[in-house]
């Protein structure tokens, strides 16, 4: 399959080709066809799938057309989680968008508004927006939605989890009924269709499943190790192994500064992005880590998604993350559309049911390395991985059990099992375990 037999348009084709993509992915197979033919859509797919040309692509075809722009009117809205994100998403309007004349533009909270305001007034073709600045300047009257034709919900699970469900309703209250509508999100959970049967009009289901896409592109490997010696470790790895680049992500903000200065007390330089640091400098550090300024980033969660950086060599999981969704994001960042990437993980002992949930996500054990002078004195033992967790606590809200047995039943549902997660399980042949122990002092 070429771009040229999905129906994309010269313009396009070319900018495609002078990216260097020789074919189109799984789902840009599946969704531009779709997109172009005007359907709705429900993907579950994630980043580093080929996801957002999937539905840039079709969408900027759509759009040059005979209509004119209109003052303070928009065309197609892209509805992001994130600042970062929404940024690559207009990024990649450029990039694919270079031969159109089609306007688009970003508008995210934490910077001033007066310039969103601005560029607003001669109409726009694309708006990427997150959904507190949007609804702000919507109530301010700087824009309106009559003109709208598409409206793109990407990551959907991420803007609820956010907690944007309320925006993004009063969102879709104020768009046209007659509108092309296109719901990307990692999971198909039980608040996503909900989501989808209030936004969405009979739409084409379209699975892209994460495990399978990422795989076979990233080698994913793990250190156990004390969490004391983490830092001194990973400054072992970045040294010995000469590590040129790495994304490395970290639980918190204070976690975050005080590993650079550790890493710069041993001589490396690295810089840290989170939250507690102004839009302006974190757009300033991805600039520079995209393009090989900086070559450590260190991040929390509020940048695990979103971020696209081509060819990025490898991500280390300093932290484990609570989510394995999150971990399947992460590792996302990496291996990207063909490359290569590396996965590497720090686990210590406290991290044990955090890696029992990943490597049952996965359906496999993440290989285990062992690394001269750190060897964890508090051991983390093999995870089964047919581990079940203990219940939840009573104190847990109603909400979150539903919200979990739901995200169980999609991935249930995804790697083809259909046996219940609380049901009896058999212990399966654990390989890893036999050559840990075989290797292990
Ligand atoms: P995404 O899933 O949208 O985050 O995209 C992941 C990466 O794949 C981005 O860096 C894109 O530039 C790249 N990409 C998208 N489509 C293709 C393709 N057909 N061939 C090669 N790379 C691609």
Redesign the pocket.
Known sequence: MTFSTLGLSDPLLQAVEE?G?????AI?EQTIPTILAGRDLLAASQ???????SFILPVLQKLTGERKRRAKRLRALVLVPTRELAIQVENTIHQYGKYLSLRSMVMVGGVDAAPQKQGLIDGLDILVATPGRLLDMAHQRALYFDELEVLILDEADRMLDMGFIGDINKIIERLPTQRQNLLFSATLSDEIRLLAKTAINDPIEISINATNATAPKISQWLITVDKDSKSALLSHLIKENQWTQALIFIRTKHGAAKLVSQLEKRGIKAEAIHSGRSQAVRTQLLADFKSGNISLLVATGIAARGI?I?DLDRVVNYDLPDDDDDYIHRIGRTG???AIGEAVSLVSRDDFKRLCAIERRLNQLIERRIIDGFIAAKEVPVSVLNHVGKKPEKKVAIATQKKQASKKNDRAKSSGHKKSSRGPEIEKANPWSQWFEKNKK
């Not at 993509?21 to 992915?25: N, R």
């Open positions: 990216l993509y020789t074919k189109p992915t840009q980043t580093g799938t080929g996801k957002t040309a696209d081509d990207r559309a063909g």
